[in-house]
């Protein structure tokens, strides 16, 4: 027996092998790549960068007309209060009581519309460091319990140990005992409470 020819392989046998493999380690590196990236889970096109949470919208003090004159709002017509146990520039309702009647934030550039007046706007600096809208020196609130634009359900309030007031255009307390505006019914102001503080408001 000649044991030379029988080692003999023939070339396209040995081309065929050669070819087989390569094939087997392409496909494996292929099922590799495909269970490595998550089903449904696509990477992020070039340049493209994560949304970031928009900035709140800048805050607008403006006037609303009511039964006792006109007196400030935001942008949106909520009522805005000043309260006779602040000092000029300096709030002193802070806790329960920032609940119940959440200071008005200086958000971007503070700006009046309507018979309110720019020369009266400024800010102040709160104790936990956010910026307050004041008003001729009077810092300002809105109060948990107005449940829509025209609601002045904390005017004459006493809580916490003091009386809140409406604010007028000239940056005096509006003192009447009731303020309605436009057809928003006028509420009690004896005594509210802070059950309101999650308010949607803006």
Do not use: E
Request: hydrophobic residues 40%; charged residues 10%; aromatic residues 6%.
């Amino acid at each position: 027996m000649n044991f030379s020819v029988l080692g003999r392989v023939p070339m396209p046998a040995k081309l065929g092998a050669a070819l087989g493999v390569g094939l087997l380690a392409a496909a494996c590196g292929s099922a590799a790549t495909s269970s490595s990236q998550p089903a449904g889970n696509t990477p992020a096109a070039a340049g493209s960068t994560p949304s970031a949470s928009a900035p709140a919208a800048a805050t607008v003090i403006k006037t609303t007309s009511g039964s006792a004159g006109a007196f400030l709002t935001n942008g949106s017509g909520r009522a805005i209060y000043l309260w006779d146990k602040d000092t000029m520039d300096t709030s002193m309702c802070s806790g329960a009581c920032a609940g119940a009647w959440p200071p008005v934030p200086a958000n971007g550039s503070v700006t009046a519309a309507g018979s309110a007046m720019a020369k009266d706007l400024g800010t102040i600096t709160r104790s936990d460091g956010t910026k307050q809208v004041t008003y001729d020196g009077h810092p300002l609130y809105y109060f948990a319990g107005d449940s829509g634009a025209g609601q002045t359900a904390g005017q004459g309030s006493d809580a916490f140990g003091a009386r809140w007031w409406l604010v007028s255009p000239t940056g005096v307390s509006i003192t009447a005992a009731s303020v309605s505006a436009g057809s928003a019914p006028a509420a009690p102001a004896s005594s509210p409470t802070a059950s309101k503080a999650g308010s949607s408001w803006a």
